[in-house]
């Protein structure tokens, strides 16, 4: 059963193969089984679970049941559910009951979707390893002394484990692709506003996007279809129709014209990521596409100006956490100041505070201009760099991330070389463009993962080509040799 | 720009964080290497180029000036560390 897609599971629950109880005790055992291993679960929502399964089995019972009625999925631990713990991996959150329900995690209980529990993840969604986790860190399936990426590294190593046939995850700087790459799965980061951000913990308001993570393309479309769509309780929320995503995957290739950024090519790429990447590319032209060349000239730019941008408005967003309201306060402070002080100090970790040390220097007087401002007009050169490209081409293809998963413990004392591992990452959040990661190949017995990326609100597009390639490839299929 | 230790922990402070004596100088060091990397941005002219602060460049819609949210004091309260008669509590501020 834990190897089945959605798609597959949909037909197994409409033709009685299994009941949704069946289904999800067999995922709570393995995740008790096993994810000591991972540790890719923060809380696991064992009890209520089996409730949602018994109440999806009773409607498929009497006939009122939509399709996705008792299928389980996991939730990074950065969407609000009521009455299950969210911590955002934190210490300064780590007994956070959410008084509202995110309205992601909202459609999936619409959808009568099953809640397997919350995923780990780098805290605050600041950091590319999983490692910045007040929780620990999080083992890779296919290599346990690795990383699983970053920040949604619990959604990707729960699904690569088959520890939950889906999660969500959301992507800021590349937190939902550079996870699905290093973890062998798939995942879209969709166009800014596409999904509501509301009841998701806010880091960079501006560049945060949610995302499904999957076994598939096809999955990744069914799961975009429930989380899409305008909400009046996010204000960027785009009031644009959603398509059903499912029905162009089919859809042959012939005449898609790739464009390949000489820039995400460079240096700092392996060869063997590059190579794997370019034995992708000559699958696309059996498909029948065309490839050609691109320039995105201000590439290099884009990571000074995520890293101005992003912990700026980290600053702004985590000035909530006052230790006053909710959340974790210190013991006998002696004034207010050393309340917010040292609630602050001592309920985030090191990265978080890195970031917000840098953000408020950035928005400070005097360096404004020369920061926040200068990163802003780097912004939009970026932006213009893909507009100039999607003239020409339909999508846009590079590695997702530079390497495979690096080790445990290798970046963790030089955060700028931890940064560098979004240089492909961070320019499409910058541009607010949706992308996604698929499956591609592997290098020494890891996963290297296929970045596609589209012009704007072109989801239905991306997916159509990832699905293609997973109709000629089986890379999607390859699971970690441990899990035998 | 260099950056030495009192400027960090005028920012700290700007920031209302408390950073252990024993943190100052390795956060000094770190936040020095990345802003040398943030500082790769001068090296390119931006001048005419109009600042982008969203993505899809939309206006902010307005609603009608109506009451929507219901009051939840006591519901929201009971995340609060410390309350006192549907107030919040923290250290004395006035003397």
Known sequence: MHELTIAELVHGLADKKFSSVELTQHYISRINQLDKKYNSFITVNEEDALNQAKQADQLRASGQANQFAGIPIAHKDIFCTKGIKTTCGSKMLANFIAPYESTVTEKF?????????????????????????????????????????????????????????????????????????????????????????????????????????????????????????FDSKDSTCVDQPVPDYTESLSQP????????????????????VSKAIHAALDVYRQLGATIKEVSLPHTALSLPAYYVIAPAEASSNLSRFDGVRYGYRCEAPKDLEDLYKRSRGEGFGAEVKRRILVGTYALSAGYFDAYYIKAQKIRRLVKQDFTNVFNDVDVIMSPTAPTTAFNIGEKMDDPVAMYASDINTIAVNLAGLPAMSVPAGLVDGLPVGLQIIGNY?????????????????????QRPAALD | MALDRSDVEGIAHLARIAINEQDIENTTATLKDILHMVDQMQAVNTDNIEPLAHPLELVQRLRSDEVTETNQRDHFQQLAPQTENGLYLVPKVIE
Not at chain 1, 253 to 272: C, H, M
Not at chain 1, 463 to 472: I, P, R
Request: charged share 15%; proline share 4%.
């Open chain 1, 109 to 229: 209980s619409q959808a009568n979707f099953i809640t397997l529990g919350k995923t780990n993840m780098d805290e605050f969604a600041m950091g590319s390893s999983n490692e910045t986790s007040h929780f620990g860190s999080v083992c890779n399936p296919w290599d346990i002394k690795r990383v699983p990426g970053g920040s949604s590294g619990g959604s990707a190593a729960a699904v690569a484990a088959q520890l939950t046939p889906a999660a969500t995850g959301t992507d800021t700087g590349g937190s939902i692709r550079q996870p699905a790459a290093l973890c062998g799965i798939t995942g879209i980061k969709p166009t800014y506003g596409r999904i509501s951000r509301w009841g998701m913990i806010a880091f960079a308001s501006s560049l945060d996007q949610a995302g499904p993570m999957t076994r598939s393309a096809e999955d990744a479309a069914l799961l975009l279809n429930v989380m899409s769509g």
């Open chain 1, 253 to 272: 290739l012939t005449g898609l014209t790739i464009g390949l950024p000489t820039e995400y090519f460079s240096a700092g790429i392996d060869s063997n």
């Open chain 1, 457 to 477: 609100f072109a989801e239905a597009k991306l997916l159509q080509v990832a699905h293609q390639f997973q109709q000629a490839t089986d890379w999607h299929r």
